[in-house]
Nanobody
Framework: QVQLEESGGGLVQTGGSLRLSCVAS????????MGWYRQAPGKQRELVAT???????NYADSVKGRFTISRDNAKNTVYLQMNTLKPDDTAVYYC????????????????WGQGTQVTVSS
């Protein structure tokens, strides 16, 4: 199995910064893409940012220019640097990974972490 573990969440004031980390472990051949999603109370889970193994990034419009996603392929780790945080950023942030499990086949499987709470006070 593959496990994803997030860290770095916490409570910050409006305008502050946080850096989230997610480490993937387990039976991994390679990780095609990793990303961050978030879910606020009473709302659906939404995409925040994704990054491929080649470094191609994608951001939600609501975080573009404020958040930066990066990864260390050798460590199977993805980061989310969050700057200029707003109360609307308050949510549980979930790490996601599209993982290739076998050296013989290119098929990938999708995994989720347990989430880390980010709270931005107004």
């Amino acid at each position: 199995q593959v496990q994803l573990e997030e860290s770095g969440g916490g409570l910050v004031q409006t305008g502050g910064s946080l850096r989230l980390s997610c480490v993937a472990s387990g039976s991994i051949f390679s990780i095609k893409a990793m990303g961050w999603y978030r879910q606020a109370p009473g709302k659906q889970r939404e995409l925040v940012a994704t990054i491929t193994s080649g470094g191609t990034t994608n951001y939600a419009d609501s975080v573009k220019g404020r958040f930066t996603i990066s990864r260390d392929n050798a460590k199977n780790t993805v980061y989310l640097q969050m700057n200029t945080l707003k109360p609307d950023d308050t949510a549980v942030y979930y790490c996601n990974a599209d993982v290739r499990l076998s050296a013989w086949y290119t098929q990938t499987s999708n995994y989720w972490g347990q989430g880390t709470q980010v709270t931005v006070s107004s």
